[in-house]
């Protein structure tokens, strides 16, 4: 099995959370694979930018989730083991791109995230960064 080490952003605005619409017609979230020398954060942050187009800066940990799936391009298993951060955008703006295979996507109120979001574990990350979100900005007012 190959194993990757990925990292991800968990971005809210507000009380809204990004979300992607995948070429399988998944909602996920943005995040990218570690190469050779490269940091998380700097992944994480990378890949929020390159995928949804946002500018945002990390204000905690989230978590990890690791995922399994067969790859038919490799023809082998692969773990992608995912790193995430809790992100805040630093404005409303946002542009999916469309040429790494993301067909939609957005900023969703909580609730409605948690119901399109494609994965369970996608779904219980997303519910635990918020609560934790909600506190570390009670916490800087």
């Given at each position: ?54 500018d ?11 995922y ?8 082998c ?42 994965y ?22």
């Amino acid at each position: 099995m190959l194993m990757r080490n990925c990292a991800g952003g968990v971005v809210f605005n507000g009380d809204q959370v990004f979300l992607l619409k995948n070429e399988k017609g998944e909602w996920v979230l943005p995040k990218g694979v570690i190469r050779d020398g490269e940091l998380p954060t700097e992944v994480a942050l990378r890949r929020v930018k390159q995928e949804a187009g946002i500018d945002a800066e990390i204000i905690s940990t989230a978590g990890e989730t690791c995922y399994e799936f067969f790859s038919i391009s490799r023809q082998c298993p692969v773990c992608n083991q995912i790193t995430w951060y809790i992100m805040r955008a630093l404005n409303d703006e946002y542009k999916i791109n469309k040429d790494e295979g993301f067909t939609g996507g957005g900023y969703f109120p909580i609730a409605e995230a948690i119901r399109r979001i494609t994965y369970s574990q996608d779904k219980a990350l997303v519910n635990l960064s918020y609560k934790k979100y909600k506190e570390l900005m009670t916490a800087t007012v």
